[in-house]
């Protein structure tokens, strides 16, 4: 008897011990840390078509096709030239050309500025069968030197009428290129919005050369991933856009050949299950990677804006009271800083905000802005679609930006305004006039909308999803940010989410039956203890 | 001191036991922590934690119903009624009164008092699987498909799985609080922790005994009675160990009477009364008690009387010449300790 029980005592010893070990296993990480770019066969410092002299960017295009013969092609369909969208799931048509922001309200209207940050020479309307392939700027992606600068429409070369006032070295440039690296992408995207930060709260400057602890992926003295590490392109078309974003990716790890041939996801590497412990991989049907390792937004000392109030531009002074908007957004005025200028009105920036949390399944739905508002109402410039119940959807995090917009009260629609002038003759934009009627007026007109001659402001709100800035492991959420009452996801529907008061009734009547229970206990041991001690 | 020490339980039962409620208590509190309601750990610690004692008690129990079936011993989990009125009497009155002992005498065979078999069924085949099914429900809800599980609705599973926790800390608290209910307080705690169940058979110190002298000699009754009334005035002279209470009574018919209504503790019988004489005596007393130990006292050495007198059932005769203090007190409470010994 005691034989066989040592025995089954030392078999269930084992069984418990194999257990433990199975379930705390920790995966090596699979993620080599040397992943280095690839190294080129070519060498563009040694062409001699090169060497110039180039009077304008066109003239560097021109000798860059005499190799790349097709890449001028490829660029003029992707995003990056027409700025134009159209969804596989609907008939709506994104991109910057056509959609409202909280920021200036259109691109459309003040093209001459926005333009600076297109990748071609001249804005010419897509379409435009005048378009030469020379009008591509190969230099705004490819250079390496980090001086190349573009002016209005996108020029390389400043002028003022026709006097040249600044030419970069184009030779030298010219012979820099490369592959594109974070200083290119970064030139214009850590800057989209109005300035250093403002727009997406996961890009900013501070990504030109990140620390391990700002960015895994980016960190300049580690892994060192550029942007197109993740965002591979094909035919120059980048991967991984906001206009077609998928919030999960159940191909999983990419294998060239076999998969989407994109790395712009975290499964693309990661996989589907990247974590040692089974319980933590369950959740990535339900809650994409970003959630928990994206703590939280404008983690690199640059802040993001928050609020930009257009009520104020053209007044001379700042309205600094906070908006009301910033309770319920979770903000509180002391994590702020504000600007203020004449044509742009005050604007409110934070860092090292909690991102806010919504399903998605990768679907952004747009206001149009033929579309009626009502004044009193919040506007919501996008809208993230997803269900719980949908299998492609997973929670995200976001970014919102709140905006004191410009509409018109009487014809119930956004407005287009013109802000920045087309030329320095243009007295009709609101930088030169302050008159949000002239300026509204010039922008629904260039847009074919009616206006009425009265401008209001109105609340609206734009969401951006967040995917860059991705902490060291460390520092991913932990379980309790989510599972408790007032958590990060307190609000967020159809998911059962253990730790918050999810049963309050059963809890109530369970806490009261240990506690008749424990009376009961308590009474019993009392008539007993008298009833001994009457005894004696 | 004279010991009994009866083995109940196993070793296996005992290290089956004492991790079961390691592993219920650790469960308890990382479970507790899981729904929000502790908050002293780590949650992500009380959740794995919560995981690893979980699969931990699965392979206890895989291994415990194992041994239950070839051991048998899951027969001690079949229902039954015998007693059960009793022992709810008891734990509800009877249990105030330190003189009364449980009117279940556990033995290795049967180690459960009825209510303890319901107790114990009702926790083996509702609570504790209700746990498992919603747990493991609870565990593979990623692998629902796969399993071919119907799509259930998770925060059911998971209401069954708390309020089945509920039920299983009402349950602990009473099992703890019951453990104590042994007389002496900590008898059932030793027993559980070493196996054996040390059966004082000395008799219960603390209660008072009631001893019933049937003697129409009141010279000798006085004698007797005064015997067992300075039984342990003098500590060196305890030859019983209790308290006794005499009850002297002189014809057949008040002590047929007195036994009608009341029980006692031993019963010394002359044979020969003013009512009754001889055997017909003894039968008249033996038809109204249940179980008393009666000791016959008789003048005469009949061998064929005696043989007749154990055969009606009493314990023993005892001639009334040859009797001394000593004799007649040591045969009293050895009546008194086999009687004790019979009903089990």
Not at chain 1, 481 to 507: A, I, Q, S, T, W
Request: with cysteine; net charge neutral; glycine share 6%.
């Amino acid at each position: 008897m005691a034989r066989s029980t040592w025995r089954g005592l030392i078999v269930l010893g084992l069984l418990a011990l194999s257990w433990f070990l199975a379930s705390t296993v920790v995966m090596a990480d699979d993620v080599s840390r040397s992943i280095a770019p690839p190294t080129s066969t070519t060498r563009h410092s040694k062409f001699h078509i090169l060497d110039g002299p180039f009077e304008s960017g066109r003239e560097v295009t021109r000798a860059c096709l005499t190799c790349h013969t097709e890449a001028a092609n490829q660029v003029r369909r992707s995003v990056h030239w027409t700025w134009e969208y159209k969804s596989a799931d609907s008939d709506e048509k994104k991109g910057k050309l056509h959609l409202l922001n909280t920021f200036c309200g259109t691109v459309s209207t003040n093209m001459s500025l926005c333009t600076s940050c297109h990748v071609g020479y001249g804005w010419q309307e897509p379409g435009n069968d005048s378009v030469v392939d020379e009008q591509v700027d190969c230099l705004v992606c490819h250079e390496q030197t980090r001086k190349y600068k573009k002016y209005n429409y996108g020029s390389a070369v400043l002028k003022y009428k026709d006097r040249v006032l600044k030419k970069p070295d184009f030779p030298s440039m010219a012979h820099s290129v490369t592959r594109p690296t974070r200083w290119n992408c970064g030139f214009c995207h850590f800057y989209g919005g109005s300035g250093d930060g403002a727009k997406h709260g996961d890009l900013d400057s501070s990504l030109f050369d990140p620390n391990h602890q700002l960015d895994v992926h980016m960190d300049a003295a580690g892994l060192n991933f550029d942007c197109v590490t993740c965002h591979t392109a094909n035919d120059h078309a980048i991967t991984g856009s906001r206009y077609d974003m998928k919030a999960q990716d159940p191909i999983g790890v990419d294998r060239p050949g076999h998969t989407d041939a994109t790395r712009s996801s975290c499964a693309s590497c990661h996989g589907n299950a990247p974590h040692g412990d089974k319980k933590i991989n369950d959740h990535t049907d339900r809650v994409a990677c970003q959630t928990c390792h994206i703590p939280r937004m404008a983690r690199g000392g640059v802040g993001t804006m928050v609020f930009w109030d257009w009520r104020t531009a053209g007044k001379r002074a700042g309205d600094l009271e906070p908006p009301e908007a910033f309770e319920r957004e979770g903000h509180t005025s002391k994590m702020m800083h504000t600007k203020y200028s004449d044509s742009h009105g005050t604007s409110w920036w934070a860092e090292n905000l909690v991102p806010k949390f919504a399903w998605f399944d990768g679907r952004i739905r747009y206001l149009d802005i033929k579309q009626t508002v009502d004044g009193s109402e919040l506007v919501r410039i996008n809208r993230i679609l997803g269900t719980p119940g949908n299998p492609a959807a997973r929670i995200w995090p976001f970014k919102n930006t709140l905006a004191m917009m410009p509409y018109d009260p009487v014809n119930k629609i956004m407005i287009a305004n013109h802000l920045i002038r087309n030329a320095p003759e243009d007295k009709e934009a609101f930088e030169a006039s302050f008159d949000w009627r002239r300026s509204a007026a010039v922008g629904m007109k260039a847009k074919g909308l009616p206006f009425s001659g009265e401008v209001a402001f109105v609340e609206a709100v734009m969401s951006f999803p967040l995917t860059h800035m991705v902490a060291p492991k460390g520092e991913a959420l932990s379980c309790l940010e989510c599972h408790r009452d007032g958590g990060r996801l307190e609000g967020l529907e159809g998911v059962y989410l253990p730790g918050r008061k999810n049963f309050p009734l059963l809890y109530a009547i369970g806490i009261g039956a240990v506690v008749v229970t424990l009376i009961g206990i308590f009474i019993h041991a009392a008539i007993r203890g008298l009833m001994a001690w009457g005894r004696h | 001191m004279e010991e009994n020490r009866q083995l109940l339980f196993s070793r296996y039962e005992r290290f089956w036991h004492w991790s079961q409620a390691l592993l219920i208590i650790a469960l308890m509190v990382t479970g507790f922590h899981v729904t929000g309601l502790l908050q002293w750990l780590d949650y992500k610690l009380a959740a794995q934690w919560h995981r690893y004692f979980a699969w931990s008690l699965i392979c206890l129990w895989t291994f415990t119903i194992f041994w239950h079936l070839i051991t048998g011993e899951w027969r001690q989990y079949i229902p039954s009624t015998e007693k059960m009125l009793e022992v709810i009497y008891y734990y509800s009155k009877g249990i105030f009164d330190p003189n009364l002992q449980h009117p279940f005498k556990v033995t290795r065979r049967l180690k459960h008092n009825p209510l303890q078999r319901l107790t114990y069924l009702v926790l083996s085949v509702v609570i504790s699987p209700m746990l498992w099914i919603s747990g493991l429900l609870f565990f593979y809800y990623n692998e629902w498909d796969q399993l071919g599980i119907p799509n259930l609705w998770l925060s059911g599973v998971a209401a069954v799985h708390v309020a089945m926790a509920f039920a299983m800390v009402c349950f602990f608290c009473l099992h703890v609080y019951m453990v104590f209910l042994g007389k002496p307080a900590t008898a059932q705690l030793k027993a559980m922790l070493t196996g054996y169940r040390v059966e004082d058979i000395r008799l219960d110190a603390d209660r008072e005994y009631t001893v019933m002298l049937v003697e129409d000699d009141s010279d000798f009754a006085r004698m007797i009675q005064e015997w067992f009334e300075t039984n342990g005035v003098n500590e060196t002279d305890r030859i019983l160990p209790v308290r006794v209470t005499m009850v002297c009574i002189e014809t057949l018919h008040e002590a047929v009477k007195y036994l009608n209504n009341k029980s006692v503790d031993l019963i010394l019988l002359d044979l020969d009364l003013p009512d009754s004489r001889g055997v017909e005596t003894l039968r008249s007393v033996m038809s109204v008690i249940r179980d008393e130990p009666v000791l016959v006292l008789t003048g005469e050495e009949d061998e064929n009387l005696q043989s007749m007198i154990i055969r009606e059932g009493a314990q023993e005769f005892l001639i009334k010449e040859n009797l001394d203090r000593h004799h007649l007190l040591r045969k009293g409470r050895f009546a008194m300790e086999r009687q004790w010994f019979l009903r089990q």
